[in-house]
């Protein structure tokens, strides 16, 4: 016999279900059936005959070793990925990339013409613009990271439901075209400071460890954010608000010595140790001579360390945790 | 016979499958709401659950092409996604060789981009170095016969008819070895010509040890590749056997 001899249902269902509407068919399969079972290392249950054959049920998680490295030999879909989504973004507008840079620099207009001209809230600060300025452009690096990062899973769930790659790979390629992005808007900021009449110093170079801390830490943000907004996609209606007092409480629009006009003790340390806040800062320090800082550069320098260590490694083992899970139900 | 070349590939024990939807619609979409559901951890009114899957067992081998036949609604698109791995089973279980690969109509690339930029991202999404990627690429696009009119390939995605771009996702796919593959529905959307060469290429991925899966519709395309067949009728299997023997029964039943 050359075809191979089919496998007909398992007695023990029919036995289970005897109300199956399947009676003519059954009895014509019968003998069949019984070759079949023959011919599969006779009389083993379907657990042992898949077990004996080395199949596995799917849906095994790798280690985080083994995880790490199937996501280094996916680098080379994580650069591609990153960058089609950076062409395909912005493909259809008349400017294209050129938003890239006007995006940031409305935003920072915007904030400029209500809190520095209308509300004068920089109680005399000698260079508002340029204050305000790095808050808003490094507020909106993670901003747009969070924003991005919940819809990796959600958003591309045709690709995950058709090809076997680590998850990683989206919000990882996510993460990159953010980092990209903001590394031009960095630069769009330092005309603006250099603009309103700073100096350009050698602590200007402080810049590239800042811009790497914050990376991991955004990193592992959209990581985490990933996971979570696929199991919960009802905090995409909470993320708006969320973000935005996030923004107020990290001292962007308003000189960051006003927290401690107003609280003292744990509830200003409390303050102090948002990230976000540190971040920035680290970013004003490096751009800007004489900001007023929170804290010493010392202590801002450990706790954004800490922080990107925390978040980054953080995420990336919650999101691996739920690696089998992405794209299922 | 020679029983002892026989390897499965693919074992479902008493596999049932249970999946939850989420209905839109009601008012459910403020701000408001989705944050009170979330405090409260009430149970979504709108999550509704359907047994698609009732106990099917098989084992399918090496080297066969099994074709799925059954009415619209039988769980045969449900059962292939549970054999990928990408629904969880209720209750029993599915066992797999290596890693199954999907491949339906709906399986979205980036439709932005022109054609031949997808074939890479989807080559190197499949896990090929980007030198593989460079020696395959023309050859997948020359498959997918989609310049056959003209240079589509550098044209957008979302430009393509749908039978193009259901043509170059199923180019994409089967320019993989995949130990387990399953396909749904994606011949029956291409044209004559090119169903012809796909269904050559699903005898050589065979032919490579395979094991391919096949949900059609079209009576044709299952009698051409497959010579197994399982009849699936609301969740249960009602029949399963050589693809002549099924295909008769099931023609009775759905002229009956």
Same mark, same amino acid.
């Given at each position: 016999m050359l075809l191979p001899v089919s496998f007909y249902q398992e007695p023990e269902h029919q036995a289970s279900d005897p109300a199956a509407p399947e009676g003519p068919t059954r009895s014509e399969h019968h003998p069949m059936t019984e070759t079949a079972v023959a011919s599969a290392d006779a009389g083993l249950s379907l657990k042992e005959l898949a077990r004996r054959n080395g199949l596995s049920a799917s849906g095994r998680l790798p280690s985080l070793p083994e995880y790490t490295r199937q996501l280094w030999a996916y680098r080379h879909f994580i650069g591609a990925h990153a960058s089609a989504k950076m062409t395909s973004a912005l493909g259809n507008t008349k400017l294209g990339a050129v938003w890239q840079v006007l995006t940031p620099i409305i935003n920072a207009a915007v904030y400029y013409v209500i809190f520095g001209v209308v509300l004068k809230a920089h109680g005399n600060m000698p260079n508002f613009i340029a204050y305000l300025c790095v808050g808003v452009f490094v507020f909106q690096f993670t901003q747009s990271v969070v924003q991005t990062g919940q819809n990796t899973i959600v958003g591309n769930l045709g690709l995950i439901r058709a090809l076997h790659f680590p998850r990683a790979s989206l919000p990882l390629s996510a993460a990159l075209v953010e980092i990209r992005n903001f590394v031009v808007a960095l630069v769009v900021l330092m005309g603006i400071v250099l603009v309103t009449g700073e100096p350009l110093t050698l602590e200007w170079l402080l810049v590239l460890p800042a811009l790497l801390l914050q990376s991991v830490f955004n990193t592992g943000l959209g990581l985490f954010m990933a996971r979570y907004g696929a199991k919960n996609r009802d905090i995409r209606q909470l993320i708006p608000f969320i973000m935005r007092f996030w923004l107020y409480g990290s001292a962007v629009l308003y000189p960051v010595t006003k927290f401690a006009d107003v609280l003292s003790g744990w509830q200003l340390q409390v303050v102090?140790?948002?990230?976000?806040?540190?971040?920035?800062?680290?970013?004003?320090?490096?751009?800007?001579?004489?900001?007023?800082l929170a804290n010493s550069p010392t202590v801002l320098w450990i706790q954004a360390a800490i922080w990107a260590l925390t978040v980054g490694v953080g995420g990336y083992v919650y999101f691996w945790r739920g690696e089998k899970g992405y794209g299922r139900g | 016979m020679a029983d002892s070349e026989r390897i499965p590939t693919v074992v479902a024990d008493d596999a049932h499958i249970i999946y939850k939807i989420h209905q839109a619609g009601s008012a459910s979409s403020s701000p408001l709401a989705s944050f009170?559901?979330? /405090?409260?951890?009430?149970?979504? %009114?709108?999550?509704?659950?359907?047994?698609?899957?009732? !106990?099917?067992?098989?084992?399918?081998?090496?080297?066969?092409?099994?074709g799925l036949i059954g009415t619209n609604g039988s769980g045969k698109s449900t059962l292939l996604r549970a054999v990928a791995g990408l629904l969880p089973v209720s209750r029993g279980a599915i066992y797999a060789a290596g890693q199954p690969s999907l491949l339906g109509v709906n399986a979205a690339l980036m439709n932005e981009l022109p054609g031949d930029?997808?074939?890479?991202?989807?080559?190197?999404?499949?896990?090929? /170095?980007?030198?593989?990627?460079? %020696?395959?690429?023309?050859?997948?696009?020359?498959?997918? !016969?989609i310049n056959d009119k003209g240079d589509f390939s550098s044209l957008p995605m979302r430009t393509y008819s749908s039978g193009m771009s259901a043509r170059l996702r199923f180019s994409i796919a089967a320019a993989k070895k995949h130990d387990v593959l399953l396909i749904d529905e994606a011949l029956a959307t291409g044209d004559a010509k090119f169903r012809k060469r796909s269904e050559q290429r699903v005898r050589e991925l065979r032919a490579e040890a395979g094991t391919v899966f096949l949900v059609s519709h079209s009576e044709q395309s299952i009698r051409d590749t497959c010579e197994r067949c399982i009849w699936l009728e609301a969740g249960e299997i009602r029949a399963d056997g050589p693809t002549g023997d099924v295909m008769k029964e099931y023609e009775a039943f759905s002229r009956r």
């Open positions: 102090e140790a948002n990230p976000m806040l540190v971040f920035i800062e680290l970013m004003r320090h490096a751009l800007i001579e004489g900001a007023p | 009170k559901r979330l /405090t409260t951890r009430s149970k979504n %009114a709108n999550i509704r659950e359907v047994h698609a899957v009732k !106990g099917v067992s098989f084992v399918a081998y090496k080297g066969e092409a099994i930029r997808n074939v890479e991202l989807g080559c190197l999404a499949m896990g090929m /170095t980007p030198a593989e990627v460079k %020696a395959r690429k023309d050859d997948i696009i020359e498959f997918s !016969g």
